[in-house]
């Protein structure tokens, strides 16, 4: 809801591009959990920052508000959306999320390819309680995009 009490307009386009963002980040985030069972850190990083990146994005989506395509969330973009989140949904702390998305945005592209200038691996960069951590944000993230997903559907809008 905005402030004014009325639902943002959604568009057919927005909410399908929001349930197919949601379904992605549900395949990454089981993909960080298999990655961390086999100690594959680096790569359960990875996974875990694409399904809040995704997860994320889904959120504005959901609410038909546009983001800058980036990695990285724009806290003008976000208020926005942070208006029309419902009251009963609030517990899963939206604005905590939005910050811990930005803050695994700082590590999109060193988990892919490590830190060419020190010249160290994503491998010798990412331990088990980094990908744990991870993988317990993007819990996070995803559970609350899904949330968005079923209050829409339980609302009928």
Aim: proline fraction near 2%; glycine fraction near 4%; include cysteine.
């Amino acid at each position: 809801m905005t402030k004014k009490g009325k639902p943002k307009q959604k568009t057919r386009d927005s909410i399908t591009l929001a349930e197919g963002h949601v379904e992605r980040a549900r395949q990454e985030l089981l993909s960080a959990e298999q990655d961390l069972n086999n100690y594959h850190h680096a790569k359960s990083v990875h996974s875990s920052q694409v399904c809040i990146e995704l997860s994320m994005k889904a959120i504005y989506r959901y609410f038909g508000e546009a983001f800058t395509p980036s990695h990285e969330l724009k806290v003008d973009e976000f208020v926005r959306v942070l208006d029309q989140i419902p009251e009963d949904l609030k517990y899963h702390k939206y604005s905590r999320l939005f910050i811990l998305a930005n803050f695994w945005t700082e590590f999109y592209t060193i988990s892919k390819y490590g830190h060419e200038k020190i010249g160290i691996s994503s491998e010798q960069i990412f331990e088990k309680d980094e990908a744990e951590l991870a993988l317990k944000h993007a819990n996070a993230c995803y559970h609350a995009a899904n949330a968005i997903r079923i209050w829409l559907i339980t609302k009928g809008t």
